[in-house]
């Protein structure tokens, strides 16, 4: 399957990128509902839910594993570039807004905003 637009994308390039970040992937019956990646560095780079679970708290559950993980990485603080329709629910689990932005991205606008959060007990929270 093809999303529209995307077309011309390389598939073998973009299985290497998903394959690379190693993510956390969230479950319903055996099939993929989610899923959600965080970098040695502490970045969130990739964070998605399937539009078709809404409401199953499989969004929260994601970010508390990252959160753990990102704890037992030994980082400080967690940041994501997210759009500004996920900027509500990074909000809502302690992530601020940095910076807005609006990077162009194969031609196209895209609005987001680096967001981060310090994780609570970690070395930076002190300062």
């Known amino acids: ?14 299985k290497n990128k998903i394959r690379g970040i190693n993510p956390f992937v969230a479950e319903i019956d ?35 594993v990252l959160e753990s993980e990102a704890r037992q990485l030994g980082v400080a ?22 910076e807005q932005r609006t990077p162009v991205i194969r031609g196209v606008a895209v609005p987001n905003a680096l967001m981060r959060k310090v994780l609570k007990g970690s070395h930076a929270s002190a300062a």
């Open 1 to 14: 399957m093809v999303a529209h637009g995307f077309g011309d994308l390389d598939q073998d390039l973009w």
């Open 77 to 98: 603080e967690l940041t994501s570039d997210v759009s500004r329709t996920a900027q509500p629910f990074f909000h809502r689990f302690g992530f601020e807004v940095v």
């Open 30 to 64: 055996g099939k993929p509902v989610g899923y959600a990646d965080v970098q040695e560095n502490g970045y969130i780079d990739h964070f998605f839910v399937s539009g078709r679970h809404p409401r199953q708290d499989i969004g929260k559950a994601l970010m508390a």
